[in-house]
């Protein structure tokens, strides 16, 4: 009946404590539904950047930190694969495709990718999605270049324009191979996945910038032009990994053993899905301890909000009377408070989920563009939502605890509370 | 038609305590008429009150108000009892901070179907009939919509005794609600109270310890300050 609006003229009577109260509740649970998120996606993402390639293949290394230099972008190589062992392993009969990388270079802080034409042919991500050009097309030219969406998006590249790759992989370097631009020929759709950052070139476009370069730096007095270079042999020396795509899938584990035991040198190959699954029971101890932070945060918003409400009661005694006075019975005045208290767990809920989307829209912006995970607005998964259905429940029943104290005061006080 | 209010051989004394903190032997008060109980503090008015209004039930004796004998009946039915039945009046603060002047008058009606249904018998709206109240008891209609906030302590007392007398109440109860008044506003005050509560046939039970007061009631009953209470009823 009327017990809500009753509920709700008196919440709004108080309103600033109501208000501050409902804001303790709602950031408590935004930052539960916030992490939920950011774990999801992060998932998402990271499973969604590679599919259909079988094995990785690298120098001798940890497997995580192969697949999250290889993949990811993030880290350095340590061992490089020598031209000879990259020739020997794509000439396997039960290979059917390779794609070799070649990474140490970057252009104004995205990564450049040595690579050859096969990359656009068989790179997939997602659900076996392959990439496609917004415009142009794959890299022909030793100096021509292919940018990710991201990329020509952000330095405002278009199809003609040159650029110059710095020597390693900081956001500003002094050491530019200025004196081999490359030609933007073709720029990538938006991908979702590390592709987006990168700028790719051929592997001879790798080999012409460093063939006047020795032990990482450029030798003095002795520079060879762009052209003199185009007429050299730019067969490179090594690639630092290489995506392997089996003809069928029940060799992948007898090649795995080949390439790990290859003698000519110390080689590492690892199957993505597995080295994911390292990855995430790695990462999976993090995201547990945030969540369970989160868990605690909620449930010190549930016991400050009981703690307003109990601190409230004293002066509510009089409000208390005047409804016993006006036939309330203790019940009601108990209902009242168990009320009192779920409402502000209903509101504080759809608060929190206005933060959290809010929270969630504006940080995808600086999420996207520094770690390449797309956050989502979504509802909370499944086990979340009945957490929170859970979480109103509880709102209502730890109303129970002033509710119990106002019903043993108004029975105390009857109807001569004089507070 | 049945007395407003009768008690018998009425006993109470608080748990724990040696002695009974009130007694009356016998007390009978007809329909519509009104009843001025007058003691100390410490007499055990607030009891009595609490007594009538069926918070409290008797150690020993009956109390039987209207048809209903209260005090032999469940905490449940004395609250729905005192919803349908009885208007009451505090020494102060009678109002919700948070409603309206006339929110505040509508109020019983809100709570009790019973009240809801006889208010809607002698208007055509909850609001008319609150109007209709607020205007008896002297409160200009600019006030009507204000917040509570906005009145005097007289005006509040009023607007308290026109909420007790919404939906037509057999009976009034008013705990001291003079004791916050100065004394133009306490004869302003128990001349509309007393009027209408003649006027609209609730019986009226009012408690003070200002003497003074007793011309406006057809009984007087006193209550002692060691509370060997002798029946007082004269008329």
Redesign the interface.
């Known amino acids: 009946m009327n017990w809500i609006r009753l509920a709700l003229a008196s919440l709004w009577n108080r309103r600033t404590t109501a208000l501050l109260t409902l804001g303790m509740v709602a950031l408590s649970l935004s930052l539960l539904l916030t992490v939920d998120r950011v774990r999801e996606d992060t998932r998402a993402s990271f499973s969604n950047t590679l599919s259909g390639t079988d094995l990785i293949v690298g120098g001798r290394t940890g497997s995580l930190n192969l697949l999250l230099y290889s993949v990811f972008r993030i880290g350095n190589a340590t061992n490089n694969i020598s031209w000879e062992s990259y020739a020997d392993l794509r000439r396997n009969s039960a290979v059917d495709w390779t794609v070799p990388l070649s990474l140490g270079d970057s252009h104004r802080g995205y990564r450049v990718i040595g690579t050859t034409t096969d990359y656009f042919d068989h790179y997939q991500y997602g659900r076996n999605q392959s990439l496609s050009f917004q415009s142009g097309q794959p890299f022909d030219d030793v100096y021509d270049v292919v940018l990710g969406a991201e990329v020509a998006e952000v330095l405002d590249y278009q199809l003609g324009d040159e650029l110059v790759v710095a020597h390693g992989l900081g956001t500003t370097s002094f050491e530019n191979h200025d004196d081999k631009p490359f030609t933007v020929v073709g720029i990538l759709e938006a991908t979702g996945t590390p592709v987006d950052r990168s700028v790719h070139v051929p592997l001879e476009g790798i080999t012409a910038m460093h063939v006047d370069w020795q032990q990482g730096v450029k030798l003095p007095g002795f520079e060879i032009s762009a052209d003199e270079a185009r007429e050299m042999d730019l067969t490179p020396e090594s690639v630092t990994a290489v995506l392997v795509g089996m003809k069928s899938r029940v060799q992948t584990f007898s090649f795995q053993r080949l390439i790990n035991q290859y003698r000519a040198e110390p080689l590492s190959a690892i199957i993505p899905g597995a080295t994911l699954q390292e990855l995430w029971q790695l990462i999976g101890i993090a995201e547990n301890a945030l969540i369970a932070v989160s868990f605690m945060v909620v449930v010190t918003g549930l016991l400050g909000m009981v703690t307003v409400i109990l601190a409230g009661l004293n002066e509510r005694r009089r409000e208390m009377a005047i409804l016993r006075a006006l036939g309330a019975r203790p019940g009601h005045i108990l209902g009242l408070l168990m009320l009192e208290s779920g409402l502000y767990g209903v509101a504080g809920l759809l608060a929190g989920l206005l933060l959290h989307w809010g929270v969630i829209a504006l940080a995808s912006i600086w999420v996207q563009g520094t770690y390449g995970i797309q956050l989502t607005l979504a509802l909370p998964s499944p086990t979340l939502l009945l957490v929170l259905a859970g979480f109103v429940g509880l709102a209502f029943l730890v109303g129970l605890l002033p509710g119990w104290k106002a019903y043993r005061q108004s029975l105390s006080d009857g109807l001569t509370a004089t507070t | 038609m049945a007395d407003a209010l009768s008690i018998e051989s009425l006993a109470y004394r608080w748990p724990g305590q040696q002695h009974n903190t009130l007694t009356i032997d016998r007390l009978r008060l007809p329909a519509g008429s009104s009843l001025f109980v007058r003691g100390p503090s410490g007499s055990g008015k ?1 009891t009595l ?2 007594l009538l ?1 069926g ?2 039930v008797p150690t020993q004796g009956r109390i039987q108000v209207l048809d209903q004998p209260l005090s032999e009946q469940s ?2 039915v004395r ?2 009892f ?3 039945n009885i208007g ?1 009046i ?2 102060q ?7 309206s002047v006339i929110d505040n008058v509508m ?2 009606c ?3 179907r019973r009240r809801h249904d006889k208010a809607l018998s002698e208007a055509s709206s909850l609001t008319d009939a609150a109007a209709d109240r607020l205007t008896r008891l002297n409160i200009p209609e600019a006030l009507w919509h204000q917040r509570v906030s906005a009145l005097s302590v007289g005006q509040q007392q009023r607007v308290a005794a026109a909420r007790a007398l919404m939906g037509l109440p057999e009976l009034v109860i008013a ?1 001291e609600p003079t004791s916050a008044l100065d004394q133009d506003n306490v004869d302003n005050f128990m001349d509309v109270l007393t009027g209408q509560c003649q006027a609209l046939g609730s019986a009226l039970v009012f408690v003070s310890h200002d003497r003074h007061l007793a011309r406006w009631f057809d009984q007087e009953l006193e209550l002692a300050p060691e509370s060997r209470t002798q029946s007082g009823a004269t008329s």
């Open positions: 607030s009150l609490n209004a918070v409290l905490g449940k609250d729905r005192r919803a349908d009451y505090f020494q603060f009678n109002l919700l901070p948070y409603l109020l019983p809100r709570l009790s705990d």
